[in-house]
């Protein structure tokens, strides 16, 4: 049986957390069942093993660094404020919001997206993926189905696509550049239903 | 003093006699007097009223959020090769070597957050959303204060409930299982005969049917045609404990399982004097040889019933179809496939074991407003040359599920406990390098690592 769901007053920090990412209601109520529906324990936050038992996640090539996404350096928890706002970086662009100059950037921009898509190769966080970086995710991807060879092989080439000021790494720059005919929006989105 | 113990007394006698005379005896010769007809549409009228009182108010209040069961997120239905298709049209092939692109990493990205969000799996273990709600608290789901009248009806519906129908429940609850145990220690008795097999299945199917006026259970039969016939295998979805009860309402069948203690150990020991019926040792379950024997012997004797299994080895929420174990399609015989749907509107019937123990899940059923449901027979079916069990057992699911309106789904059952096999992410791998390493990619022979 479903444990019953929470009204916007039991979620703690509802408004600012819709203000900062921009989710409805709705949105931050469905949120938040799910939230507790992982935290089996009902500890008020999530650990890597809660996300470990999502089973298609489990299947995911790359489902230990997305797990990781949400759980900033040295920490072990995820809250559900966290939870949120990391899930923001994935709602649709907001194509009609104006542009006001002072407002911080909205959490599920173009940029951001793209930002939260090169810290999943980027893990030790310096900025730019190395040639080991790119190498650890091909390993991950591609499992052993590849030899080291290939894998070097497709390596060294996507470098020298994208690395355009020649110092065997893609910087964040290098990367948005690499991909900016990408339909971001519609790759790094989820539609939520209403 | 002695005044209240006499009327409590006569009150006694009185509340037996309803019981015994309107419910027990009809339930026993399978006659129906309509109370339960009547009640179902007098709750259906009142769950509609409900239901649009809910929906005005939602209008009014633009601040509650109104149920959706249909999920949270919209899934894109594409498969591996056609999203990362679509991610890499825009930017600029380059075929020398390998094709790997940066942005391939955001079909997996994408998957991963989609799942974190919603899962096709978690939520076959949790009860069923509803659309609105049905006026009890256990469904209870967003709920806001909306109207006067709305909460009388709920407080009437847990009077009603907890009151009335909930001791009425009990006492026919305790009058089926005791006379189930009496009854077939009784028939036990005597000595192997036709006479002997006649009264078991009557003894078996008025217990079965006091238990199910014990749950307020409607259930519609269809296609009676192609009920299980003797010597053949019957499988079903499994949703609850109460599917026995469902399914034993209308055919007797033998029932397969573990040897439990306590009350289930002594309505087992009682139940396999009158008729057989298969049960294990937890230690014989281990092997599988003994257990698809005993199997086997079962069938093969045509005067025995036939077998009740639910393949998928666990409770599922009655949304889905889950794997089917192949060890039942192996042994061969004739399978006869039902489906089961109960409509969720009156009552949960999904047995979340790890939530709930069995003592307080049958209090949850009979604390319901009913338990409603539709019970298929489907055709015999039977393995057909060149196909293995695994894929008879999927021929066999696609049926049920497609009968019941149910989602059919690969997943194994036991992920509800387990974890996934390394082997699942394989797949996905393979898949993925296949779209980069074509066959031709080196001159040298270099085939998978």
């Given at each position: 049986m479903?444990?019953?769901?929470?009204?916007?007053?039991?979620?703690?920090?509802?408004?600012?957390?819709?203000?900062?990412?921009?989710f409805?209601?709705?949105h931050?109520i469905?949120?938040?069942d799910?939230?507790?529906a992982?935290?089996?324990?009902?500890?008020?936050y999530l650990?890597?093993q809660?996300f470990g038992?999502i089973?298609?996640?489990?299947?995911?090539p790359?489902g230990?660094?997305?797990i990781?996404?949400?759980?900033s350096?040295?920490?072990e928890?995820?809250d559900?404020s966290?939870?949120?706002?990391i899930?923001?970086h994935f709602?649709?662009?907001?194509?009609?919001?104006?542009k006001?100059?002072n407002?911080?950037?909205?959490?599920?921009?173009?940029?951001n997206?793209l930002?939260f898509?090169f810290?999943?190769y980027d893990q030790?966080?310096?900025?730019?993926?190395?040639?080991?970086?790119?190498?650890?995710?091909?390993?991950?991807m591609l499992?052993?189905q590849?030899?080291?060879?290939q894998?070097?092989?497709i390596?060294d080439r996507t470098?020298?696509?994208a690395d355009?000021?020649r110092d065997e790494?893609i910087s964040?720059?290098?990367f948005?550049?690499?991909?900016?005919k990408?339909n971001?929006?519609h790759?790094?989105?989820i539609r939520f239903?209403? | 003093?002695?005044?209240?113990?006499?009327?409590?007394?006569?009150?006694f006698?009185?509340?037996?006699?309803?019981i015994?005379?309107?419910?027990?005896?009809p339930?026993?010769f399978?006659?129906?007097?309509?109370?339960?007809?009547i009640y179902?549409?007098?709750?259906v009228?009142?769950?509609?009223w409900a239901t649009?009182?809910?929906q005005?108010g939602?209008?009014?209040?633009p601040?509650l959020p109104?149920?959706?069961?249909?999920?949270?997120i919209?899934?894109?239905?594409?498969?591996?090769?056609?999203e990362?298709?679509?991610?890499?049209r825009s930017?600029?092939?380059?075929?020398?070597g390998?094709?790997f692109t940066?942005?391939?990493?955001?079909y997996f990205?994408k998957k991963?957050?989609?799942?974190?969000?919603?899962d096709?799996v978690t939520q076959?273990f949790t009860?069923?959303?509803?659309?609105s709600?049905?006026?009890l608290?256990?469904?209870?789901?967003n709920?806001c204060?909306?109207s006067?009248?709305?909460?009388i009806?709920?407080?009437?519906g847990?009077?009603i409930?907890y009151?009335i129908l909930?001791p009425l429940?009990i006492?026919?609850?305790?009058?089926?299982?005791?006379?189930?145990v009496?009854?077939?220690?009784?028939v036990?008795l005597l000595?192997s005969?036709n006479?002997k097999?006649?009264?078991?299945?009557?003894v078996?199917i008025?217990?079965y049917r006091i238990?199910?006026?014990?749950l307020s259970?409607?259930?519609?039969?269809?296609?009676?045609?192609n009920r299980?016939?003797k010597?053949g295998?019957c499988?079903a979805?499994?949703t609850?404990?109460?599917?026995i009860?469902?399914?034993a309402n209308?055919?007797?069948?033998?029932?397969?399982g573990?040897?439990?203690?306590?009350?289930?150990g002594v309505?087992?020991r009682s139940i396999v004097?009158?008729?057989p019926h298969v049960?294990f040792e937890?230690?014989?379950?281990?092997?599988r040889?003994?257990?698809?024997k005993?199997l086997?012997d079962?069938?093969a004797?045509k005067?025995k019933?036939?077998?009740l299994?639910?393949?998928e080895?666990?409770c599922?929420?009655?949304?889905?179809?889950?794997m089917?174990?192949?060890?039942?399609?192996e042994?061969g015989g004739t399978?006869?496939?039902v489906?089961i749907?109960y409509d969720?509107q009156?009552?949960?019937?999904?047995?979340?074991?790890?939530k709930?123990?069995m003592?307080?899940?049958?209090?949850?059923?009979?604390t319901?407003?009913?338990i409603?449901?539709?019970v298929w027979?489907?055709?015999p079916?039977t393995?057909?040359?060149?196909?293995d069990?695994?894929?008879?057992?999927n021929?066999?699911k696609?049926?049920?599920?497609?009968?019941?309106?149910?989602?059919d789904l690969s997943?194994?059952?036991?992920?509800?406990?387990?974890?996934?096999?390394?082997?699942?992410?394989?797949?996905?791998q393979k898949m993925?390098?296949?779209?980069?390493?074509?066959s031709?990619f080196?001159?040298?022979s270099?085939?998978?690592?």
């Amino acid at each position: 049986m479903g444990s019953t769901s929470s009204t916007l007053l039991k979620i703690p920090n509802a408004e600012v957390l819709m203000q900062e990412t921009g989710f409805s209601p709705a949105h931050i109520i469905r949120l938040h069942d799910r939230f507790k529906a992982l935290d089996k324990e009902g500890r008020g936050y999530l650990c890597p093993q809660d996300f470990g038992a999502i089973k298609e996640l489990a299947m995911n090539p790359i489902g230990d660094r997305i797990i990781g996404a949400f759980f900033s350096p040295g920490k072990e928890t995820v809250d559900f404020s966290t939870f949120v706002k990391i899930l923001a970086h994935f709602r649709p662009v907001d194509k009609d919001r104006p542009k006001e100059p002072n407002s911080p950037e909205p959490i599920n921009s173009r940029s951001n997206k793209l930002k939260f898509a090169f810290q999943l190769y980027d893990q030790d966080k310096d900025g730019k993926i190395s040639r080991d970086e790119l190498l650890k995710v091909l390993r991950a991807m591609l499992g052993m189905q590849v030899t080291e060879e290939q894998l070097e092989s497709i390596a060294d080439r996507t470098i020298q696509e994208a690395d355009l000021d020649r110092d065997e790494a893609i910087s964040f720059e290098e990367f948005r550049k690499s991909l900016e005919k990408v339909n971001i929006d519609h790759k790094m989105s989820i539609r939520f239903l209403r | 003093m002695e005044g209240a113990w006499e009327i409590a007394f006569v009150f006694f006698q009185v509340w037996l006699s309803v019981i015994v005379g309107l419910i027990m005896l009809p339930a026993m010769f399978g006659v129906s007097l309509g109370f339960t007809d009547i009640y179902i549409k007098v709750l259906v009228k009142i769950l509609e009223w409900a239901t649009l009182r809910i929906q005005r108010g939602q209008k009014e209040q633009p601040t509650l959020p109104s149920q959706s069961a249909n999920g949270i997120i919209e899934k894109d239905d594409g498969s591996m090769e056609e999203e990362i298709g679509e991610l890499r049209r825009s930017h600029p092939k380059n075929l020398a070597g390998g094709d790997f692109t940066l942005c391939d990493a955001f079909y997996f990205c994408k998957k991963g957050i989609e799942n974190i969000v919603e899962d096709q799996v978690t939520q076959r273990f949790t009860s069923e959303e509803l659309a609105s709600w049905n006026l009890l608290t256990r469904t209870n789901n967003n709920f806001c204060y909306i109207s006067l009248r709305l909460t009388i009806i709920w407080g009437l519906g847990v009077f009603i409930r907890y009151c009335i129908l909930l001791p009425l429940r009990i006492t026919l609850a305790v009058i089926g299982l005791s006379w189930l145990v009496i009854g077939t220690t009784l028939v036990g008795l005597l000595p192997s005969s036709n006479v002997k097999n006649w009264l078991s299945d009557l003894v078996h199917i008025t217990c079965y049917r006091i238990c199910a006026r014990g749950l307020s259970a409607t259930i519609h039969y269809h296609n009676k045609e192609n009920r299980p016939k003797k010597g053949g295998i019957c499988v079903a979805n499994h949703t609850s404990p109460i599917d026995i009860v469902i399914l034993a309402n209308d055919g007797c069948y033998a029932m397969v399982g573990q040897v439990h203690g306590g009350l289930m150990g002594v309505i087992q020991r009682s139940i396999v004097r009158s008729c057989p019926h298969v049960w294990f040792e937890r230690s014989e379950m281990k092997d599988r040889h003994a257990v698809a024997k005993r199997l086997k012997d079962h069938i093969a004797d045509k005067n025995k019933l036939p077998i009740l299994i639910f393949p998928e080895g666990t409770c599922i929420n009655n949304t889905s179809v889950m794997m089917f174990k192949k060890g039942s399609f192996e042994i061969g015989g004739t399978i006869y496939p039902v489906a089961i749907k109960y409509d969720p509107q009156f009552g949960d019937a999904f047995w979340n074991s790890a939530k709930y123990n069995m003592v307080s899940y049958l209090l949850r059923m009979m604390t319901s407003w009913a338990i409603v449901c539709n019970v298929w027979y489907l055709p015999p079916m039977t393995r057909q040359d060149g196909e293995d069990a695994v894929q008879f057992a999927n021929r066999v699911k696609s049926a049920i599920a497609h009968q019941g309106g149910l989602v059919d789904l690969s997943w194994d059952g036991g992920l509800k406990r387990e974890k996934v096999k390394e082997s699942l992410k394989e797949e996905q791998q393979k898949m993925y390098s296949s779209m980069i390493v074509g066959s031709d990619f080196f001159e040298a022979s270099v085939g998978p690592a």
